[in-house]
């Protein structure tokens, strides 16, 4: 760290001078422009970049070195959370159907991402979205109605034996990821562009957090796939009402949970957060109650009931985390 006094001219002008180093390094010149920009913690930032536009950032793959189908659809993934806006896909002779199909399901499990240059060799992708236009907070109230959706209808296909909403269930959770991905890219972008999150009116603190708390209600959904695939598992199988009765009971708790974290979440309440963590181990005592009764009936449907108490017992301790994560970030702004 480099120390330097502070100057005062003209009786009312505060001065310090800029590192020399940094300003050859970026090209600084005399009456070059330059931006300030005050930090929730105090500190100043400096930077080069007036316009407060989006940061472009570009990423080239060459398919030659990423032939695989599935190899190449997670480096797109990869790039599109890093925050990467324009991706340059090309290879030195015709481009395979494969890797047309892999760009084609890219585009549509993200959001922003379109193609907008394509030939035999080349396929180019540019991010359409303006990140400051999609709110954190708006994003995760859409996970959190998907997420919650979800559960309830997976129970629902419990109770009705409906594979068909079993099957509808898991073909839900795509959608719960890509606004997790958009989340993780926000934060990403974010981090890297610290004028964005004042234009977005949050914190860094608050995106970081907010990010955990988007990866815990998508680990949610995934343990409601779980769940409506141990239900078509059993779906042709009697079940006795008092099981029913009994999973129907930690589901419903569960849920209940789930709905006071993210709650407390937008309300901003350390109480109510510190509630629903005090509530979890009356969940969990439900669900060890369903797993002692699982083991009494046939071992395949045993297993299947046991994975779901699991699932159930697991959705209650997420909401648990998420009012963990509340009072955290709470803690840290009453500062």
């Given at each position: 760290?480099e120390?330097?006094?502070?100057?005062?001219?003209?009786?009312?002008s505060?001065v310090?001078?800029?590192p020399?180093?940094?300003a050859?390094?970026?090209h600084?010149?005399?009456n070059?422009p330059?931006?300030?920009?005050?930090q929730?913690d105090?500190t100043?930032?400096?930077t080069?970049?007036?316009?407060?536009?989006?940061?472009?950032?570009?990423?080239?793959?060459?398919?030659?070195?990423?032939p695989?189908?599935?190899?190449?659809?997670?480096?797109l993934?990869?790039s599109?959370?890093?925050?990467?806006?324009?991706?340059?896909?090309s290879?030195?002779?015709?481009?395979?159907?494969?890797?047309?199909?892999?760009v084609?399901?890219?585009?549509?499990?993200?959001i922003?991402?379109?193609?907008?240059?394509?030939?035999?060799?080349?396929?180019?992708?540019?991010?359409?979205?303006?990140?400051?236009?999609?709110?954190?907070?708006?994003?995760i109230?859409?996970?959190?109605?998907?997420v919650?959706?979800?559960?309830l209808?997976?129970?629902?296909?419990?109770g009705?034996?409906?594979?068909?909403l079993?099957?509808?269930?898991i073909?839900?959770?795509?959608?719960?990821?890509?606004?997790?991905?958009?989340?993780a890219?926000?934060?990403?972008?974010?981090?890297?562009?610290?004028?964005?999150?004042?234009?977005?009116?949050?914190?860094?603190?608050?995106?970081?957090?907010?990010y955990i708390?988007?990866?815990?209600?998508?680990?949610?959904?995934?343990?409601?796939?779980?769940?409506a695939?141990?239900?078509r598992?059993?779906?042709?199988?009697?079940?006795e009402?008092?099981?029913l009765?009994?999973?129907?009971?930690?589901?419903?708790?569960?849920?209940?949970?789930?709905?006071?974290?993210?709650?407390?979440?937008?309300?901003?309440?350390?109480?109510?957060?510190?509630?629903?963590?005090?509530?979890?181990?009356?969940?969990?005592?439900?669900?060890?109650?369903?797993?002692?009764?699982?083991?009494?009936?046939d071992?395949?449907?045993?297993?299947?009931?046991?994975?779901?108490?699991?699932?159930?017992?697991?959705?209650?301790?997420?909401?648990?985390?998420?009012?963990e994560s509340?009072?955290?970030?709470l803690?840290?702004?009453?500062?």
């Open positions: 760290m120390i330097r006094k502070v100057q005062v001219t003209g009786g009312s505060f310090i001078t800029l020399k180093e940094w050859e390094s970026q600084i010149r005399k070059d330059l931006g300030l920009i005050a929730p105090g100043l930032l400096v080069r970049d007036i316009t407060e536009g989006q940061f472009q950032r570009e990423k080239r793959f060459d398919v030659s070195i990423h695989e189908p599935t190899f190449l659809f997670r480096m993934i990869g599109y959370i890093a925050g990467y806006t324009l991706i340059t896909i290879a030195k002779t015709r481009l395979p159907a494969s890797v047309r199909m892999v084609r399901d890219f585009t549509q499990m993200t922003g991402p379109e193609v907008v240059e394509e030939t035999d060799t080349t396929i180019i992708l540019k991010d359409l979205l303006n990140p400051a236009e999609m709110p954190f907070e708006n994003t109230k859409r996970m959190f109605v998907i919650k959706n979800m559960h209808d997976a129970m629902t296909a419990l009705t034996r409906n594979h068909g079993a099957d509808d269930v073909a839900r959770d795509n959608d719960v990821d890509r606004l997790h991905w958009l989340i890219r926000q934060t990403n972008i974010v981090l890297k562009n610290a004028g964005l999150a004042r234009r977005m009116g949050i914190s860094t603190s608050r995106v970081v957090n907010t708390i988007s990866r815990i209600i998508e680990r949610i959904g995934d343990h409601a796939v779980r769940l695939e141990n239900i598992k059993i779906a042709g199988s009697e079940m009402s008092e099981m009765t009994a999973v129907s009971a930690a589901s419903t708790l569960a849920l209940s949970l789930f709905d006071a974290s993210i709650v407390s979440f937008f309300k901003g309440d350390m109480r109510g957060s510190h509630k629903t963590i005090e509530k979890v181990a009356k969940l969990e005592k439900l669900c060890d109650e369903i797993t002692v009764r699982a083991m009494q009936k071992p395949f449907e045993a297993v299947s009931f046991r994975n779901m108490a699991e699932s159930i017992r697991r959705t209650g301790e997420y909401a648990g985390d998420i009012s509340v009072i955290n970030c803690v840290e702004e009453e500062e």
